[in-house]
T-cell receptor, first 113, second 109 residues
Framework: NAGVTQTPKFQVLKTGQSMTLQCAQD?????MYWYRQDPGMGLRLIYY???????DKGEVPNGYNVSRLNKREFSLRLESAAPSQTSVYFC????????????FGSGTQLSVL | RKEVEQDPGPFNVPEGATVAFNCTYS??????FFWYRQDCRKEPKLLMS???SGNEDGRFTAQLNRASQYISLLIRDSKLSDSATYLC??????????FGSGTRLLVRP
């Protein structure tokens, strides 16, 4: 049972490059999320998708775009990477809203030089 | 002021000790409360939900004080395997969960 799978696990980019982080869940969950985690800051919500076909901004959406491709997949795109986007990124899913348990992927460590 | 605040620690305790963490939150309309555990370089995993009446799961007890807007986690009889970072998480009526920055626990032999 895979749960939440995100790729890649590690990535190094140069400033201005673009990339897409992929996330897929096999639990038939309605909601999916992208978080970033920086030292001393905790996890901060970038974007979320409450259900297939909808996406909404979280706390720190600037510089990112998302696509809820179908119920299983939720991708995060950096169009023009900046050093400030160096972070660990986690994808998560849940059955429903904020009262539901979050299941996380194993994370992507991104460095922007 | 951060929406969810935690003492970063680290709390360094011997095996068998009892240790307590507190967390305060700023949004009085918050409706859901959780403790997550995160091991070094790993993803967070749910430790337990926190209910208004307080709840216990083995050696772990969580309490919620809505009037003072804080949540606590008590760990009894600490094990080496309890060493981790404990994240306080608060949710409002939407889909947004706000994470605290975590409290680091080190349990020594």
């Amino acid at each position: 049972n895979a749960g939440v799978t995100q790729t890649p696990k590690f990535q190094v980019l140069k400033t201005g490059q673009s990339m897409t982080l992929q996330c897929a869940q096999d639990m038939n969950h309605n909601s999916m999320y992208w978080y970033r985690q920086d030292p001393g800051m905790g996890l901060r919500l970038i974007y979320y998708s409450a259900s297939e076909g909808t996406t909404d901004k979280g706390e720190v959406p600037n510089g990112y775009n998302v696509s809820r491709l179908n119920k299983r997949e939720f991708s995060l795109r950096l169009e023009s990477a900046a050093p400030s986007q160096t972070s660990v990124y986690f994808c998560a899913s849940s059955e429903g809203g904020a009262g539901e348990k979050l299941f996380f992927g194993s994370g992507t460590q991104l460095s922007v030089l | 002021r951060k929406e969810v605040e935690q003492d970063p620690g680290p709390f360094n305790v011997p095996e068998g000790a009892t240790v307590a963490f507190n967390c305060t939150y700023s949004n009085s309309a918050s409706q859901s409360f959780f403790w997550y555990r995160q091991d070094c370089r790993k993803e967070p995993k749910l430790l337990m939900s926190v209910y208004s009446s307080g709840n216990e799961d083995g050696r772990f007890t969580a309490q919620l004080n809505r009037a003072s807007q804080y949540i606590s986690l008590l760990i009894r009889d600490s094990k080496l395997s309890d060493s981790a970072t404990y994240l306080c998480v608060v949710g409002d009526s939407s889909y947004k969960l706000i994470f605290g920055s975590g409290t680091r626990l080190l349990v020594r032999p």
